[in-house]
């Protein structure tokens, strides 16, 4: 008897252990026409990108094609319109990072309240993030920018002042100002779901001890909200770093190169100078600055988590 119970112990786990391999197995065919998918869809362009980077590739003077070495990476570092580019993506991405992030929260603060509309109201503050970026760079070129049909001249004009050529004269605001109007839902939709999910327990008790207004925003509001903050502005980086679409459609990089960030720099290197080796290396250059930029941020989210963790 104590044989046959013995086996019998013995048996089931091993079954159990059978069990969970043969699932684990049948998950790990399953995922794989995915994972292998998003391998190609993701590497192979990489690949590609960094082998023209090291080549000599200019789509008019094929007969010049072949091994470049660091040559292009050499004549992108001595293009002052390389720099120049890089210099107007780092202000594109701070100024929108600090505006979409600091009108977010107001408006996730103010629609977390109850009030008359606030279902309209709400519906209209998130309406920008579905329009696409081609069509938002349309809709303020032409309907709110143009110094002679646009809403911003009629209402100078009906001020008794000059209306204003903004995308002339004010270019780089003007783009910031776009994409602003773009992702300040994003920021609002992400930040009212981490203010919806605050215990109002917490709020009352703050108010019952005398906390003001400023102290419960300082000390219980935004303490709530960090992961939820490092997480907007990770995401919302990263897609600022590649913005292209409302520049191509509103200033062209310009005037001259005033608005021209990465993005922009790398396809008028590739389809008005078809140089591909330098765009490649550029487009490099593009990912070493998203991979900086995303790494610098997980470690201050997981500092930030730890120090949390500690408290």
């Not at 044989?3 to 786990?13: C, N």
Request: hydrophobic residues 55%; charged residues 10%.
């Amino acid at each position: 008897m104590k044989a046959i119970s013995r086996t019998a112990s013995t048996t089931a786990p091993s079954a159990e252990v059978t069990g969970a391999r043969s699932f684990a197995r049948t998950t790990r065919l399953l995922m794989a026409p995915a994972v292998i998918f998003l391998l190609i869809w993701m590497l192979v362009p990489l690949a590609m990108t960094i082998y023209y980077s090291f080549q000599q590739y200019n789509l008019i003077m094929p007969m010049y094609n072949g091994f470049a070495g660091l040559t292009n990476f050499a004549i992108l570092l001595s293009d002052p319109t390389f720099w120049k580019s890089l210099a107007n993506t780092l202000i594109i991405v701070a100024a929108s990072l600090v505006i979409t992030v600091c009108l977010g929260l107001a408006l996730a603060l103010l629609f977390n309240r109850t009030f008359v509309g606030r279902g309209v109201a709400r519906t209209l503050a998130v309406a920008p993030f579905f329009v696409m970026p081609v069509v938002t760079g349309l809709i303020w070129k032409n309907m709110l920018f143009h110094p002679v049909y646009g809403l911003f001249a009629w209402v100078a004009r009906q001020l008794g002042l000059e209306p204003v050529d903004w995308l002339a004269h004010y270019p780089m605001l003007s783009v910031i100002i776009m994409i602003t109007w773009e992702w300040t839902p994003f920021a609002l939709l992400v930040l009212l779901t981490g203010l919806q999910s605050l215990p109002e327990d917490q709020i009352e008790a703050a108010k019952l001890d005398g906390a003001s207004a400023w102290q419960e925003f300082r000390h219980i509001v935004i303490p709530h909200l960090g992961q939820v903050l490092y997480v907007v502005v990770m995401l919302e980086s990263i897609f600022f770093l590649t913005s292209f679409a409302e520049i191509y459609t509103t200033t062209s990089g310009g005037p001259g190169t005033a608005t021209t960030n990465l993005p922009y720099y790398i396809f008028q290197t590739v389809f008005q100078q078809n140089d591909i080796g330098i765009a490649s290396a550029a487009a490099i250059g593009a990912v070493i600055l998203a991979n900086i930029f995303a790494i610098m941020l997980i470690r201050f989210i997981a500092g930030n988590l730890n120090a949390g963790a500690a408290r």
